[in-house]
């Protein structure tokens, strides 16, 4: 099968987004698969550098979130091109730029398009104006206008699936966890406790993800210095970066934790099972995830973590040696203490990966696939032609060409 992955975000962009696009692709691709990706140029990509099956498309820093981006030209090179390597269905990735551009692509060769919902948006709104330009109920019309006519919708979880039914979408849905794809190489733990002065068996807490106010990363330092008077010889890492950088980094000054805290800025992608590995739990304070990746990283890394309840996450944590789920900062704090005093036992490693085989790259790309051939087994381009655009599907595009971020 050729597959065309449309999105707004790829490496080298560090995000949950761009890997589980990565990990798909990779996955696919090692089942036999031709795998395509449509994305936005990058300043850290050279112009002219030639990347296999790898094609970007001019850009601009989105509004909001300048470490992304948004194509503006490539309508017709990208249908030409997929046209060109014979696409058999468009997969978006994005309800943007290269969103809008995958079902132009999908309409033009009259296959069919699905999409995965990546962003709950409603927990993003305060990066616009402050909030101020668009509420949830705008949320749910703008995603409900874009996926009108859409053949399919994947939702990473089955928060995401229930939030995609309030907005009223009422195309095919499937529940697909995001898979996980471990590294073939990587350096030992001792090299990275070595690099940031740790000695053999000092407890490490990390915390790992883009330094996003929504993740409330300073619950997390905050917790830290309450659990100093415990564990006075405990350390946290904090790896990523984001726009809470300068905000954390003063609350770490003002706690007069600067030897306690490490924060190691963007780190490689290819590191980041070293990182889960050199540390003894995983924690995050975030209440915003929708598809658990950094979880399900964290397990695949043979380590536990502490984190919020969620609908998601109630699904995935049946056993300690998986992880804590907890309700408030009390638990939080308890929660942490337990798994650095916890060994981690050859009993925790077994459950792991038993639980691993349910969620591991290639079960994501089998399931993937498997709706892939559902949809084009039911694809019929002719009742396409006939409902294509819907009301709903003008008004989505009126309102992004107008201004993606009005209330009204």
Same mark, same amino acid.
């Given at each position: 099968? #050729?597959?065309?992955?449309?999105?707004?975000?790829?490496?080298?962009?560090?995000?949950?987004?761009?890997?589980?696009? *990565?990990?798909? *692709?990779?996955?696919?691709?090692?089942?036999?698969?031709?795998?395509?990706?449509?994305?936005?140029?990058?300043?850290?990509?050279?112009? #002219?550098?030639?990347?296999?099956?790898?094609?970007?498309?001019?850009?601009?820093?989105? /509004?909001?979130?300048?470490?992304?981006?948004?194509?503006?030209?490539?309508?017709?090179?990208?249908?030409?091109?997929?046209?060109?390597?014979?696409?058999?269905?468009?997969?978006?990735? =994005?309800?943007?730029? /290269?969103?809008?551009?995958?079902?132009?692509?999908?309409?033009?060769?009259?296959?069919?398009?699905?999409?995965?919902?990546?962003?709950?948006?409603?927990?993003?709104?305060?990066?616009?104006?402050?909030?101020?330009?668009?509420?949830?109920?705008?949320?749910?019309?703008?995603?409900?206008?874009?996926?009108? !006519?859409?053949?399919?919708?994947?939702?990473?979880?089955?928060?995401?699936?229930?939030?995609?039914?309030?907005?009223?979408?009422?195309?095919?849905?499937?529940?697909?966890?995001?898979?996980?794809?471990?590294?073939?190489?990587?350096?030992?733990?001792?090299?990275?406790?070595?690099?940031?002065?740790?000695?053999?068996?000092?407890?490490?807490?990390?915390?790992?993800?883009?330094?996003?106010?929504?993740?409330?990363?300073?619950?997390?330092?905050?917790?830290?210095?309450?659990?100093?008077?415990?564990?006075?010889?405990?350390?946290?890492?904090?790896?990523?970066?984001?726009?809470?950088?300068?905000?954390?980094?003063?609350?770490?000054?003002?706690?007069?934790?600067?030897?306690?805290?490490?924060?190691?800025?963007?780190?490689?992608?290819?590191?980041?099972?070293?990182?889960?590995?050199?540390?003894?739990?995983?924690?995050?304070?975030?209440?915003?995830?929708?598809?658990?990746?950094?979880?399900?990283?964290?397990?695949?890394?043979?380590?536990?973590?502490?984190?919020?309840?969620?609908?998601?996450?109630? !699904?995935?944590?049946?056993?300690?040696?998986?992880?804590?789920?907890?309700?408030?900062?009390?638990?939080?704090?308890?929660?942490?203490?337990?798994?650095?005093?916890?060994?981690?036992? @050859?009993?925790? @490693?077994?459950?792991?990966?038993? *639980?691993?085989?349910?969620?591991?790259?290639?079960?994501?790309? =089998?399931?993937?696939?498997?709706?892939? =051939?559902?949809?084009?087994?039911?694809?019929?381009?002719?009742?396409?032609?006939?409902?294509?655009?819907?009301?709903?599907?003008?008004?989505?595009? *009126?309102?992004?060409?107008?201004?993606?971020?009005?209330?009204?």
């Amino acid at each position: 099968m #050729n597959i065309g992955l449309f999105t707004d975000t790829y490496f080298p962009q560090v995000s949950g987004v761009a890997t589980s696009i *990565k990990t798909l *692709k990779e996955a696919l691709e090692s089942q036999g698969h031709e795998v395509y990706i449509f994305t936005s140029t990058d300043p850290k990509v050279p112009k #002219n550098k030639f990347e296999p099956h790898i094609y970007r498309f001019s850009s601009l820093p989105y /509004l909001g979130f300048k470490d992304r981006r948004l194509a503006f030209r490539g309508l017709i090179q990208a249908v030409e091109i997929a046209k060109s390597v014979q696409l058999d269905i468009v997969h978006t990735q =994005t309800e943007f730029s /290269l969103g809008l551009m995958g079902k132009f692509v999908a309409r033009q060769l009259k296959i069919p398009a699905v999409h995965t919902y990546h962003t709950m948006y409603e927990d993003y709104t305060h990066y616009f104006a402050k909030g101020m330009l668009i509420g949830p109920h705008g949320v749910g019309r703008i995603m409900k206008g874009y996926m009108a !006519n859409m053949s399919g919708v994947i939702a990473p979880s089955k928060l995401v699936q229930d939030t995609l039914h309030r907005y009223g979408v009422k195309v095919p849905m499937r529940v697909i966890p995001t898979g996980v794809c471990l590294p073939k190489r990587r350096t030992t733990q001792s090299d990275l406790r070595k690099k940031y002065h740790f000695y053999g068996e000092q407890p490490v807490i990390l915390s790992l993800g883009r330094l996003a106010f929504e993740k409330n990363i300073s619950v997390t330092i905050s917790v830290f210095s309450e659990l100093l008077q415990t564990v006075p010889e405990a350390r946290l890492v904090i790896a990523g970066d984001g726009p809470a950088r300068k905000s954390l980094l003063e609350q770490v000054d003002e706690l007069d934790l600067n030897d306690k805290i490490i924060f190691t800025g963007m780190i490689n992608h290819d590191d980041i099972f070293d990182y889960y590995q050199m540390s003894n739990v995983f924690v995050s304070s975030s209440d915003t995830e929708t598809q658990g990746l950094t979880f399900i990283e964290a397990m695949a890394a043979d380590r536990p973590f502490v984190a919020i309840h969620s609908p998601y996450l109630d !699904n995935l944590v049946d056993n300690d040696a998986i992880g804590t789920l907890v309700n408030d900062y009390d638990e939080l704090l308890a929660g942490i203490e337990k798994y650095l005093r916890r060994p981690n036992s @050859k009993e925790d @490693k077994s459950y792991r990966q038993e *639980k691993m085989k349910d969620v591991d790259a290639n079960t994501f790309a =089998t399931r993937v696939l498997a709706f892939y =051939t559902d949809i084009l087994a039911s694809y019929h381009a002719t009742d396409v032609e006939d409902e294509y655009p819907n009301d709903e599907e003008v008004g989505y595009m *009126k309102r992004i060409l107008r201004n993606p971020f009005r209330r009204n």
